[in-house]
């Protein structure tokens, strides 16, 4: 029968404790919103609007379920570092006795050495023979000196001393011992059965619930995050010719899956419905129909579908806990749209590709979706209607503050502050590569290489920046090879550059970094080519860097056929809406040369010059080999050797 040692002092337990609150606290500190991991982004547009909005949400990062988890980590850091202070101080009472420890020698010392090593010890140790020092008592010079001396006693015996080499025990085996990290009275006592219970309730419902929701939970979302259900809306409700309105109709229908429907400020929604139907009229219908959006049905999906276009038409919303809800409709577009995007780009649908990229830039401004007319609407100051009218007046953006400015507007500085840190793209080149190859042969791997920087509208790039750009590019192509060869998609951020911070998007809820879709398409088949990359960290424009742009690259396979595509390079920001760049590129499949293997096969062609094939291709004007000289000769004197060799053999026949 097993012999059960437990653990009165509680000793053992401590580091059960301590090695299962690492195990959670470790992970919650490490994605915990506060850690050092995060990039800290300090700089963007500085116009009012955006420094205002920058300075409201910055509370909001503090949010409830954040310092629920910020107080939950400090409680059991706490807890933590007390229980590893009473481990650490805490005094072992149930040591093992060891007569080898004791007498610090090992197991296989004879007892010879056993008994000299042990008058060294008395010597030394002998209460007679001690000089107490500081901290010394007579009382534990004599109780080490009686240890030493049993120890001694002990293994000065052969018999005990073979069985502690053995079995560990003077007294030779011994039962099966089992240590329980728990004082007896905790198993043994009245409260075993609440701690049985314990272990029930975890081990039987907490953990299976636990992993039960992890399995079923990820069986319900995509590799995108969103909800199975509303990629399969997706799916379905778009096609070929989707326009951007059919996107945000598909948009609104996933809402169905990704919110539930909340009952309370009921007549506010009502409210803003009037308002977004007073503004849009009949579109609203239509759009509302695209959406399926019925009465009495959908409740979730026409609560965000209205919170979304109050925001589209920056319409002013009543209470704090709708404005949140709103903001928690905007933050979950993006994870959507890039579902939606990975669904219609599967399919090379041109159309719904880059409406659902372009869309993403009027979520960020506030913006209906597709009327272009609204560009200067994004503008600080500027409302929609009045940002219809100024694009009809001055055209550009570039003009809009210095026509301001002249007509006494106080906009004008706050627009030129937004317009200074404008992330407008400037495509310095792209071309496609092969490793290794001048040309793109058929079925190899290609390279998009896209060299890109911002800038702003208010500065203009001159011809002496050009050609400092070729000249760069020209002195850093053997660095492109280099990174064309590596697994990166884009190349390292040019020493001492710096991008453009945070955007310019006052009405959206949190602080936005920019970013672009790159993507080849064939705009006459409406298929798109490559699938786009998004990217993101681009370069500030700096005449004063030797290089301030930075290069990326896209991936794909040549084509089979021989010959020219004309294909089309979209280049679509995120953030602002019109910012975009589309530019035709030609990529042109050629045939490998094989100029050698032509040479090789002209040599093996060539007939001699005194073979029958050679007299033909003399006579034809073509190429024949020509003996050398040596060769003659030595063809010369073989003859006449054989001729001698034939007259003596004549002569010989005669005799």
Not at 376 to 389: C, K, M, N, V
Not at 509 to 518: G, L
Not at 619 to 624: C, I, P, S, T
Request: aromatic share 8%; hydrophobic share 35%; proline share 5%.
């Amino acid at each position: 029968m097993a012999d059960y040692n437990y653990d009165e002092s509680g000793n053992m337990a401590l580091y059960f404790v301590l090695t299962f609150l690492l195990v959670i606290l470790i992970p919650l500190t490490i994605t915990s919103p506060g850690s050092l991991r995060q990039k800290q982004v300090k700089d963007g547009c500085l116009c009012d609007e955006c420094v205002r909005h920058r300075n409201s949400i910055r509370p909001g990062i503090f949010t409830a379920k954040v310092q629920r988890r910020s107080l939950l980590l400090v409680v059991g850091w706490s807890i933590f570092g007390f229980l590893a202070y009473k481990a650490t101080t805490a005094k072992i009472e149930n040591k093992v006795y060891n007569p080898f420890e004791i007498l610090d020698i090992g197991t296989g010392t004879s007892v010879k050495e056993i008994k000299s090593h042990y008058k060294k010890l008395s010597r030394k140790f002998h209460p007679d023979k001690v000089k107490l020092g500081v901290n010394q008592t007579m009382e534990a010079v004599e109780a080490y000196f009686v240890e030493i001396t049993k120890a001694y006693k002990a293994l000065t015996d052969e018999t005990i001393k073979e069985n502690w080499e053995k079995y560990g025990h003077p007294d030779g085996r011994q039962e099966v011992s089992m240590g329980i990290a728990l004082p007896k009275g905790i198993i043994e006592g009245r409260s075993r059965m609440f701690v049985l219970a314990g272990y029930a309730l975890v081990f039987g419902g907490f953990l299976p619930a636990l992993v039960g929701r992890w399995w079923f939970g990820n069986r319900e979302k995509t590799k995108d995050g969103v909800n199975a259900r509303s990629a399969a809306t997706f799916f379905k409700s778009l096609t070929e010719e989707s326009s951007i309105d059919d996107v945000v109709a598909s948009l609104g229908k996933s809402f169905e899956y990704e919110r539930s429907a909340v009952s309370k400020q009921a007549k506010e929604i009502d409210e803003l419905e009037e308002e977004i139907e007073k503004a849009l009229g009949q579109k609203w219908n239509t759009l509302k129909s695209l959406a399926e959006i019925l009465p009495k049905q959908y409740q979730a999906r026409r609560r965000a579908f209205i919170l979304l276009y109050a925001h589209l038409l920056r319409l002013p919303i009543p209470g704090a806990s709708l404005r949140k809800e709103q903001s928690s409709v905007l933050l979950q577009t993006p994870a959507l749209l890039n579902s939606l995007l990975n669904i219609v780009t599967s399919r090379n649908w041109l159309g719904p590709t880059l409406a659902a990229m372009r869309l993403h830039a009027y979520l960020a401004q506030a913006l209906l979706p597709g009327d272009t007319s609204l560009q200067l609407a994004q503008l600080p100051g500027i409302s929609q209607p009045e940002g219809r009218r100024l694009l009809h007046e001055f055209n550009s953006i570039e003009t809009v503050a210095s026509n301001l400015e002249k007509k006494g507007d106080s906009r004008a500085i706050d627009i030129k502050k937004a317009v200074s840190r404008w992330s407008r793209l400037e495509l310095v080149d792209a071309s496609f590569k092969v490793i290794g190859e001048r040309i793109v042969p058929p079925l190899a791997i290609v390279y998009l290489v896209v060299k890109l920087r911002i800038a702003p509208p208010s500065s203009t790039s001159s011809e002496k920046d050009k050609e400092k750009d070729q000249k760069t590019a020209a002195t850093l192509e053997k660095s492109d090879d280099e990174f064309l060869s590596s697994r990166k998609e884009a190349d390292d951020m040019p020493e001492g550059a710096s991008d453009g911070g945070w955007a310019h998007a006052p009405h959206w809820p949190a602080t936005r970094k920019p970013s672009w879709w790159v993507v080849l398409a064939d705009p006459k088949l409406g298929r798109v080519v490559v699938p786009p990359m998004q990217v993101t960290d681009v370069p500030l424009a700096n005449p004063d860097l030797e290089q301030d742009y930075r290069t990326y690259k896209l991936q794909f396979q040549a084509p089979p056929n021989i010959m020219t595509f004309s294909w089309k390079l979209y280049i679509v920001s995120d953030t602002f809406v019109g910012e975009e760049i589309a530019r035709d590129i030609l990529l042109k499949i050629e045939e490998p040369p094989q100029e050698a293997a032509e040479e090789e096969d002209d040599d093996i062609s060539d007939p001699e010059e005194d073979s029958l094939a050679g007299q033909m291709a003399l006579m034809r004007g073509g190429k024949v080999k020509k003996r050398p000289e040596g060769d003659e000769e030595s063809d010369d004197e073989s003859s006449t050797d054989d001729d001698k060799k034939d007259e003596d053999s004549d002569s010989s026949d005669d005799d």
